[in-house]
């Protein structure tokens, strides 16, 4: 199978690279610095320009560090290029695990933002130092009515691997695993995997596209008993 190759050097030399712990404890501290200075305030909850700061400094850590930096960035580009690799895997496993810590203990901000009862909330979205995020907080007023409190929100973010994402990445896994003989753009009969299949079927030369096509749906029906496990078990997580 074709290896997808990126250059990943902007973001770290290699797998071990020593600056991703650097990266971890910068994260860490940035987010714990964020999370110890509002979680116990709620005059950003009432005042338009605490909340303006508050926003600010939340764009920022979002844009600069999240909950799991560029090494989560790194290891879901790593994975990408090969999902059957077990040490990949771990890997992503184990900075998934940090961010989760920490998007858990974050959470509490979006949350209290989008309970602000509501003729408070016109006030805010009418209030000029806050247009920036007019659209972002319109969003949050709109879905407060879906949010369950932080302690089972807490728990929603913990099941979301076993319910959903690790489901999605085992279909993902099994699919990027399949080869199929197709025609390509040069008339010659090739072996391709699935992403290169998914490719060709966009091609302007339709006996290639119909190749791919032929390669394309008789891997999903390999692998559909798989997808409607996948899908039930998404669906009963929305449950």
């Known amino acids: ?10 973001l ?25 200075k509002w979680k116990n305030r709620t005059d950003y909850l009432r005042d338009p320009s605490m909340l303006r700061k508050a926003l600010d400094e939340y764009e920022l850590w979002r844009r600069k560090y999240g909950s799991d930096g560029n090494e989560g960035y790194y290891f879901s580009l790593r994975t990408a290029q090969d999902q059957n690799d077990p040490e990949l895997k771990a890997r992503f496993n184990m900075v998934e ?10 959470q509490f901000f979006s949350l209290r933002i989008a ?28 879905e407060a009515k879906y949010l369950l409190s932080e302690p089972e929100e807490r728990i929603m973010n913990l099941k979301a691997s076993t319910s959903y994402s690790n489901w999605v990445r085992m279909t ?32 302007k030369e339709k006996r290639v596209r119909d ?16 997808a409607e496990a996948e899908i039930n078990s998404v669906l009963a997580n929305k449950k």
């Open 1 to 10: 199978m074709k290896q997808i190759t990126w250059n990943l050097k902007p």
């Open 12 to 36: 770290f030399g290699g797998d071990d690279d020593p600056a991703m712990k650097k990266s971890r404890k910068l994260v860490f501290k940035e987010s714990y610095d964020f999370i110890n």
């Open 97 to 106: 695990d940090f961010g989760k810590k920490i998007e858990n203990d974050i």
């Open 115 to 142: 309970k602000i009862p509501e003729e408070d909330q016109r006030i805010f979205l009418a209030n000029e130092s806050l247009k920036k995020y007019r659209h972002y907080l319109t969003r949050l007023f709109q």
């Open 172 to 203: 993902s896994s099994f699919l990027s695993r399949e080869e199929r003989d197709v025609l390509t753009v040069d008339g010659k009969k090739e072996r391709k995997s699935f992403s290169e299949i998914a490719s060709l079927m966009n091609k």
């Open 211 to 226: 190749s791919a096509a032929r390669a394309f749906n008789d891997i999903l029906d390999r692998n559909v008993d798989i």
